[in-house]
């Protein structure tokens, strides 16, 4: 795919103007946090329409500080462990607390995204949704991918800054491989978690 065809990035107002629309209106909690997996985690949409609780909690029920995304729902061998920017954390605690009241939730098997009739939803919904707010929005050549894009392109610009270097992004973005020369950048799981707070 060429750059020109690639998904717009979003620049930090345009983050926090969409995060706010999506707050203030219907599913607000649910949507705005599927727009923060995006943008603050780097989840594909079918990322965020397979994620399940147990890739975020504790062993004492409570949300983690880590996505542990696993290679089922991921794309491929693309499971990785992403750390969780506080925005994410904060909202992730709240729809915790109301999937809790449903009879039908389970920590083990229960999806964090779940519509109003379903218990889950598919990636197709999810890539609708990005289309649906950006063009509500008027954001032209922003997509499902923009918030994704945006994630890898601002932690590249400061991973230097913590000590990390583009093996750590290859990491956080689940992508299988860099230029040749790229392959000898050692991974720093503590650069990532400095990276990711830095948004």
Not at 4 to 24: F, G, P, V, W
Not at 61 to 74: H, R
């Amino acid at each position: 795919m060429g750059l020109s065809k690639q998904a717009k990035t979003l620049n930090k107002q345009q983050i926090e103007m969409i995060s706010s629309y999506l707050r203030q209106h219907r599913n607000g909690l649910r949507n705005q946090t599927i727009f923060l997996l995006s943008v603050r985690s780097g989840l594909r949409a079918k990322e965020i329409a397979e994620l399940k609780w147990r890739e975020l909690l504790t062993p004492n029920g409570n949300v983690g500080d880590t996505i542990e995304l696993t290679n089922s729902t991921s794309k491929g061998r693309s499971g990785r462990s992403i750390p969780l920017h506080p925005s994410i954390k904060a909202n992730l605690i709240e729809v915790l607390e109301d999937q809790r009241k449903h009879r039908n939730f389970d920590p083990c098997t229960s999806h964090v995204v779940r519509t109003e009739r379903a218990t889950s939803t598919t990636a197709q919904t999810v890539v609708s949704m990005f289309h649906r707010w950006y063009k509500v929005l008027g954001l032209l050549g922003c997509s499902s991918h923009s918030g994704r894009r945006t994630f890898i392109t601002e932690t590249a610009k400061k991973i230097s800054l913590v000590g990390g270097s583009l093996r750590d992004i290859q990491m956080l973005a689940g992508h299988q491989s860099l230029q040749t020369t790229q392959r000898y950048i050692d991974a720093d799981s503590e650069a990532q978690a400095k990276v990711v707070q830095m948004l």
